[in-house]
């Protein structure tokens, strides 16, 4: 495993929809190592495979989903983590909710983004095995910035306004 460069604006990768795989091989194991990695590493709650210069449909995700309910147990909530291959949103809440977003791949710039709170999302694991995921509330925000990440539309596309910040940015999906 290794940490990745991430890949930031202007590069082309990070505006081209990302193909689908086709092939579960060690390449693409790899891939979702190194993801996990740089993820941490960043720190960020969300990468997907453009950010790391790889026009793939591979994201990961990782959160506690205890962290939305109560500040106080952030350090005890376990952290989940999920790795999704040609994932798609099937499903999506008429409610939707405007909250703060920042994003690895546009380093110094936070905006605000209208998303649905909570969506279905289905896809692959990382050996190919079909799974679905129902997410609520910060971790669906999260999977809809990072497929969106797929498709070539970063945040800014979606935001109501973006600025950037006086103190440090939290929280780089």
Known sequence: MSIRSITT??????????????RFDADLQTLVDDMVETMRAAPGVGLAAPQVGVSERVIVVEYAEDEDENEEQVE?????????????????????????????????????????????????????????????GWLARIFQHEIDHLDGILYTDRATRVWQPTGPVEDNV
């Open 76 to 136: 005890e909530a376990p952290k989940k983590l999920f790795v999704m291959i040609n994932p798609e949103i099937k499903k999506v809440s008429a409610e939707t909710e405007l909250a703060l977003e920042a994003c690895l791949s546009i380093p110094g710039l936070q905006g605000e983004v209208e998303r649905s709170l909570e969506i279905t999302i289905k896809g692959q694991n990382r050996r190919g095995q079909v799974m679905k995921v129902k997410a609520r």
């Open 9 to 22: 604006l202007p590069a082309p990768v990070l505006r081209r929809k990302a193909r689908p795989v086709t």
